[in-house]
């Protein structure tokens, strides 16, 4: 908005409205009613949005929708707590809550924790006993230096046959011949008897067994010895009560992945029972469990995969077992 300096004979002076002077005759500004109406309009539409009702009598009005629009459209910065938790999405940082939201998470170096390091001073790389600084290549290098001459004829020349005994802890710089023979002594394969390398076996070779050449971890030892065990009779098995679901004639068939073993309590009745048990086709057992009024244990083992079944006449089954 401006004043209406485009409307003939508005009678602005210097730009600005002046009233009327009788004394000297002079006219005062007149105002147009276009120009009149958009400043009013201009100043009740700053009025309506901030959500008050123009009111002739209220000469507050422009300000406290001025002031109320200046609120509304501040930023709130974030606490020190809320930076360092890094959740809000719309609190702004200061330069000191950037600081302090970064000193949290990113601390110092050690061992275990990843973090921020300083470089060492070439003192204390020479002292050698600060555990909390790096050592840069350049001061590495001089200390190296300073401790072993490594411009000097026996460490640049080539290597001479002045090669130490075996074993030898003086000070004679071993050559790169020897060297080469000392680790080929101990960078041979490995057999029963001589030591050296040796190369892991895989999870392939540990269950086929026939590799002699390869080391097996425990974790490769442990699945091999669990396989080995779950397919063997009665590990990890429990007896189980069968004898409401089992009956004379009828065969089964052993699918629990390892050998079972069946328990039978038989009752005899007239003492000329006979009793067949067929185990994978093959009758294992064919007669007389016992004497007439007395009961008769009956026991047989099923490989797994195996077919089986106990066909009984003159007799009971009082009680059928498995252990799976």
Known sequence: MDFPKSVPGVGLVDGKFIDEDPLAATPGSLIPSAWGNSVTLELLKVIEEAGLTPDEDDNTQLNVAIDQKISESSVAFASQPEAEAGESATKAMSPLRVFQAIAKVVTQATENAFGWLKIATQAQVTAGINDSSAVTPKKLAARLTEKADLDSPVFVNPATNSTPDLHDNSAKLANTNFVYQELQSYLRSTSESVPGLIQLATSPEVTAGVNDSKAVTPAKLAVRLGTALNSTLGYNRTYVDVTVSRGSGVTYTNSSGAPIQVFLSLDTLSGAEATTVVVGGVTIYSGDPGVAGQRAPLSFIVPNGYG?????????????????
């Open 308 to 324: 089986y079944s106990v066909t009984i006449s003159g007799t009971t089954i009082q009680k059928w077992v498995e252990l799976r």
